[in-house]
């Protein structure tokens, strides 16, 4: 059972990981050791299923980033799966409701990546492409 501690733990967590058991331990008035308990049951349970790594994409060289929704042709949902998860440029991926199978967030080089990513998919279905301007809030669940 994750009670209102566990919580503000995992509050902290996501918004930097990083942070050593005694200093999230100052925020929620714990010791170390017991910050350290807390969140080994909360990862033993499953409540924390691990961590990430937040990178920026434009100075990696990938100066654009696009959400894709696709909307499958018939049969070809489940080999898409498979060949979709093979391709670097896919930070994401969703299967989902309504019109589009899958949600897809790519980080690519440029317009001519974007293209040639696209001519990719068509194998697949139809894609509809959303360029992310930028991002909104810092908070992540």
Not at 94 to 100: E, L, N, S, V
Not at 114 to 123: A, G, H
């Amino acid at each position: 059972m994750v009670n209102d501690l566990d919580r503000k733990i995992i509050d902290i967590l996501k918004l930097n990981s990083r942070q050593s058991y005694a200093e999230i331990g100052k925020q929620v008035f714990l010791s170390p050791s017991s910050v350290r308990e807390r969140i080994k049951k909360l990862e033993d349970t499953g409540v924390i299923k691990g961590y990430s790594l937040r990178v920026n994409q434009t100075l990696l060289g990938n100066s654009l980033e696009v959400f894709i929704m696709l909307k499958m042709f018939s049969g070809k949902l489940k080999p898409a799966l498979v060949e979709i998860e093979t391709y670097p440029e896919v930070k994401e991926a969703y299967r989902i409701t309504g019109q589009h199978n899958l949600f897809i967030r790519v980080a690519l080089k440029d317009q001519l990546h974007l293209q040639q990513f696209i001519d990719k998919l068509v194998n697949f279905g139809e894609p509809t492409t959303h360029l992310i301007l930028s991002r909104v809030g810092k908070k992540m669940t």
